[in-house]
């Protein structure tokens, strides 16, 4: 029996909301942003969205020009780039779930990555995938390592890339592939989410429109311990950090997991002061 993707209010509760991704792996949240909060983002972003090409720029291997996409506009360093998403940071939904789901596994969380992403026409589907596979070197049982949201900036619908992903997947073997059967689509209004776990199969859908382009914005908390995807020290200023609130520079990296990510072996959040 094919799972279905579960479709809830933004006013739910974060133990509502982390019960149902312990069940489901991925759940839609409706109006996750407030009409502000989308707004801002947008206009954050649009000038540096309109100066960039799609396609990657600087690839680490060769795998990923076609993992993220030839026309695909791809940002990160979005703490420098928008107060909004500054704001978004401390979401009581997000740091919510992360307090539920990943302080079991840690002694804080930490920004893995913050990624706009906007998917234009003729771009194919990204290869379905688990984002907690970057960290493949951790092999065997293993804790649950990420929450992460997908917010819809425009409306995502099948025809412009809405996501694909696959409900229950988080429960899977690593070998197990997914049925297209068992694949829904994140079908959402622009200020809606897409909440999921690192260990849930889902991935960019094709744009098959010939005048649209997809905008979204995805970021996700991980485990302190863990190396993240994207290096804050380097997409967002130190000066920038500066003035950002405190829990904030925590969540950058400059709090440190016990002895890991010291500074002069000590707390890097000397360097803000």
Request: proline content about 5%; hydrophobic content about 40%; aromatic content about 6%.
């Amino acid at each position: 029996m094919t799972k279905g993707l579960e479709r809830v209010e933004g006013s739910i509760e974060a133990t509502d909301l982390a019960e149902l991704l312990l069940r489901d792996g991925a759940v839609i949240v409706n109006d996750a942003l407030t009409p502000g909060q989308l707004a801002g983002l947008n206009a954050d972003l649009d000038d540096a969205i309109a100066a960039t090409a799609p396609g990657l720029r600087n690839p680490t291997e060769d795998f990923y020009v076609e993992f993220y996409g030839s026309q695909t506009i791809r940002l990160d360093g979005l703490p420098a780039r928008s107060t909004t998403f500054v704001e978004l940071m401390q979401s009581r939904l997000m740091t919510g779930v992360a307090d539920i789901l990943l302080l079991p596994n840690c002694q804080d969380y930490v920004l893995n990555t913050a990624q706009l992403i906007q998917i234009g026409p003729g771009q194919t589907a990204q290869m379905l995938h688990r984002d907690e596979d970057a960290w493949k070197e951790l092999t065997g049982p293993k804790p649950l390592l990420e929450v992460e949201a997908m917010f819809a900036l425009t409306d995502f619908t099948i025809e412009n890339g809405a996501t694909q992903v696959v409900p229950g997947s988080h429960l899977w073997p690593p070998e197990r592939e997914a049925e297209p059967h068992e694949i829904q689509r994140a079908e959402m209004d622009a200020g809606s989410a897409l909440f999921y776990l690192g260990s849930a199969v889902h991935g960019g859908g094709a744009n098959t429109t010939s005048d649209q382009w997809r905008r979204g914005m995805f970021f996700g908390y991980v485990v302190g311990w863990l190396r993240t995807e994207e290096n804050t020290f380097l997409t967002v200023p130190i000066e920038r950090v500066r003035d950002m609130p405190e829990r904030v520079q925590e969540l950058l990296g400059y709090k440190a997991h016990g002895g890991i990510g010291v500074v002069d072996v000590g707390s890097p959040m000397a360097l803000l002061q």
